[in-house]
T-cell receptor, first 115, second 110 residues
Framework: GAVVSQHPSWVICKSGTSVKIECRSLDFQATTMFWYRQFPKQSLMLMATSNEGSKATYEQGVEKDKFLINHASLTLSTLTVTSAHPEDSSFYIC???????????FGSGTRLTVV | GQQLNQSPQSMFIQEGEDVSMNCTSSSIFNTWLWYKQEPGEGPVLLIALYKAGELTSNGRLTAQFGITRKDSFLNISASIPSDVGIYFCAGLAGAQKLVFGQGTRLTINP
């Protein structure tokens, strides 16, 4: 149990286009999901906290207009990278915490390459 | 903000050797988590620690929650090739947001 599914696993897009990444909790409901960004050989950096039915909370320095988050249901959160540029290329990972479970479960990540 | 200092940053060991890594913080945490990440994948939870002084094992892995609540260590005994990866500690201080260490990259020579 406690599986978080993330799609796509990888995506290549042209500079200036937008890309949507989905994060689903498969066997539990998640009122809160988290979005991280990870550069090569670095740790995970929290970008934003996604809240079902309300606005996301962004970490300092993260552009909310560039990284749009939608948490429309208890099992789905999406991250849209708008007007992507090469510097947005990174590994994006989502996570959620099942109720009654102390560990955070992570998705398998999405490798975004902007060319 | 809260930070976790994880060491060592990398380890190169022989198969069969034991491994030890730790995390320290200037802040108190209520929960310590240890994750393993393999290339191109998300982190996978190895061990969760909820109480100061707690010592928990998961197979060849053992982790402890420091008495001061500001540190934790992870030991891997008798390493095998599939232990290769990056190990992260993460702390939770009451809010929902995890704070991650910088990671320990483990390389094993067969």
């Amino acid at each position: 149990g406690a599986v978080v599914s993330q799609h796509p696993s990888w995506v290549i897009c042209k500079s200036g286009t937008s890309v949507k990444i989905e994060c689903r909790s498969l066997d539990f409901q998640a009122t809160t999901m988290f979005w991280y960004r990870q550069f090569p050989k670095q740790s995970l950096m929290l970008m934003a906290t996604s809240n079902e039915g309300s606005k996301a909370t962004y970490e300092q320095g993260v552009e909310k207009d560039k990284f749009l988050i939608n948490h429309a249901s208890l099992t789905l959160s999406t991250l849209t990278v708008t007007s992507a540029h090469p510097e947005d290329s990174s590994f994006y990972i989502c996570s959620a915490r099942p109720h009654g479970y102390y560990g955070y479960t992570f998705g398998s990540g999405t490798r975004l390459t902007v060319v | 903000g809260q930070q976790l200092n994880q060491s060592p940053q990398s380890m190169f060991i022989q198969e069969g050797e034991d491994v030890s890594m730790n995390c320290t913080s200037s802040s108190i945490f209520n929960t310590w988590l240890w994750y393993k990440q393999e290339p191109g994948e998300g982190p996978v939870l190895l061990i969760a620690l909820y109480k100061a002084g707690e010592l928990t094992s998961n197979g060849r892995l053992t982790a402890q929650f420091g008495i001061t609540r500001k540190d934790s260590f992870l030991n891997i005994s008798a390493s095998i090739p599939s232990d290769v990866g990056i190990y992260f500690c993460a702390g939770l201080a009451g809010a929902q947001k995890l704070v991650f260490g910088q990671g320990t990259r483990l390389t094993i020579n067969p």
